[in-house]
T-cell receptor, first 114, second 115 residues
Framework: KNQVEQSPQSLIILEGKNCTLQCNYTVSPFSNLRWYKQDTGRGPVSLTIMTFSENTKSNGRYTATLDADTKQSSLHITASQLSDSASYICVVSDRGSTLGRLYFGRGTQLTVWP | EADIYQTPRYLVIGTGKKITLECSQTMGHDKMYWYQQDPGMELHLIHYSYGVNSTEKGDLSSESTVSRIRTEHFPLTLESARPSHTSQYLC??????????????FGPGTRLTVT
């Protein structure tokens, strides 16, 4: 069964600290993996997209890694800010259909305290 | 920020009422999608469209219907709302020819509460 599992479910950190969010998936065949940031009451916004051949991609203070062999990804946030408080969603796309179906994780709820 | 809009942002309505959730995008994208999301849960695809006059049901069974008469507009309709329809509804769009990436841009969502 194609699944995307994220950990931890929730995380609280102090402003200025770093953190790492985890994503494990069983989706096959694999096309790409995306990390989205979803603020409360808003739609998700893309942070990074990585294909099979990429093992790291950065977007400002966000760095995503991908290990396609172990089917694991991580999102590292450096020098956290209050505005980083949001849900971070891992999404994996397959190529098993013309739609290129997306499989969503339940997200990690990050709270940054001052 | 993507140019995709949803109205209303919040809606509280009684059981049995007919409702239409609006979604429009100004990016000229051919593909559009409707997702349903409950608090703390993953997004579930309920409808999608490849272009004008094309609509398909998604993975999650839904009593809602959609139409695609214009490229930029993809409304979702519930003929008779029930409390079980209470959820957040997210609209998204993507280009038709972007290779493997096919990045989806999401609207702000409509929070629907049926009493």
């Amino acid at each position: 069964k194609n699944q995307v599992e994220q950990s931890p479910q929730s995380l609280i950190i102090l402003e200025g600290k770093n953190c790492t969010l985890q994503c494990n998936y069983t989706v096959s065949p694999f096309s790409n993996l995306r990390w989205y940031k979803q603020d409360t009451g808003r739609g998700p916004v893309s942070l990074t997209i990585m294909t099979f051949s990429e093992n790291t991609k950065s977007n400002g203070r966000y760095t995503a890694t991908l290990d396609a062999d172990t089917k694991q990804s991580s999102l590292h946030i450096t020098a956290s800010q209050l505005s980083d408080s949001a849900s971070y969603i891992c999404v994996v796309s397959d190529r098993g259909s013309t739609l290129g179906r997306l499989y969503f994780g339940r997200g990690t709820q990050l709270t940054v305290w001052p | 920020e993507a140019d995709i809009y949803q109205t209303p942002r919040y809606l509280v309505i009684g059981t049995g009422k007919k409702i239409t959730l609006e979604c429009s995008q100004t990016m000229g994208h051919d593909k559009m999608y409707w997702y349903q999301q409950d608090p703390g849960m993953e997004l579930h695809l309920i409808h999608y469209s490849y272009g004008v006059n094309s609509t398909e049901k998604g993975d999650l069974s839904s009593e809602s219907t959609v139409s695609r008469i214009r490229t930029e507009h993809f409304p979702l309709t519930l003929e008779s709302a029930r409390p079980s329809h209470t959820s957040q509804y997210l609209c998204a769009s993507s280009e038709s020819e972007t290779g493997v990436l096919d990045e989806q841009y999401f609207g702000p969502g409509t929070r629907l509460t049926v009493t």
